[in-house]
């Protein structure tokens, strides 16, 4: 287990199938294409996974929700570092699904709860509500979940930080968020014209992946500074 999550830190390649939503056979089939790294083996001879596997599958599967072939997937994944942590694979999935309109999708308790890896009790419920990883239905057993950040949302259930901090800092990343897509929107429609729709449309498609990995790029380094100035660190 993890000391800083209570996480397990390894998982049998039955739970990391389950974790990923994908079957067994998937994740050995991409593992002898050299998709995924080889799992380190524990006693008796059993694979051991761990987070950055779980990533990856995750990217792989957004990367095919893009229309890519298997082959072109091999391509995309052996350019990347050989030592990306799961959360920079998390972050390089984020912004690989930020291209493609959102896909929620329905998941029973019983089904949310093999995702997540974990029975889940309504307080877990309710924290992933409040960090939009999914919402409540009609049906009190069942929910409609969004896969792009459903496991970050698991690992974030046993950071010790309250309901009213996460709903705040959701608020307060929502506010940022839209106040930048409104100056960056006025600075699109003032560079073509403001009755200019179709021209600005296609400056905001071509723009759109620039500023996105753009914002990624320096709140990781605002986030570094802050820290660092947290810790007294030069």
Excluded: C, N
Aim: net charge negative; glycine share 6%; hydrophobic share 45%.
């Amino acid at each position: 287990m993890s000391a800083e999550t209570g996480e397990p830190t390894t998982l049998t390649v039955d739970e990391l199938a389950a974790r990923a939503g994908v079957t067994v056979r998937t994740v050995r089939f991409y593992s002898t294409r050299g998709l995924l790294p080889p799992p380190e083996i524990g006693p008796r001879r059993v694979g051991r996974y761990g987070p950055e596997h779980l990533s990856r599958l995750a990217l792989i599967e957004e990367l095919q929700h893009h229309g890519m072939t298997l082959a072109a997937i091999e391509r995309y994944l052996h350019r990347l570092p050989a030592d990306l942590s799961a959360d920079d694979l998390a972050i390089h999935r984020a912004l690989v699904a930020s291209w493609a309109p959102e896909a929620p999708q329905d998941a029973t308790r019983e089904q949310l709860a093999r995702r997540a890896g974990r029975e889940l009790v309504e307080e877990d419920v309710d924290r992933l509500a409040a960090m939009g990883m999914l919402e409540r239905t009609d049906d009190p057993d069942v929910f409609r979940i969004d896969p792009a950040t459903l496991h970050l949302g698991v690992r974030l259930l046993d950071v010790p930080i309250a309901l009213e901090s996460i709903l705040a800092a959701h608020a307060v990343v929502q506010e940022h968020t839209r106040s930048a897509a409104r100056e960056l929107s006025r600075l699109f429609r003032d560079e073509v014209g403001g009755e200019e729709v179709e021209a600005i449309k296609a400056l905001s498609a071509h723009m759109h992946p620039l500023v996105v990995q753009a914002l990624v790029i320096a709140f990781q380094r605002s986030m570094k500074e802050e820290l660092r100035a947290w810790f007294g660190e030069g």
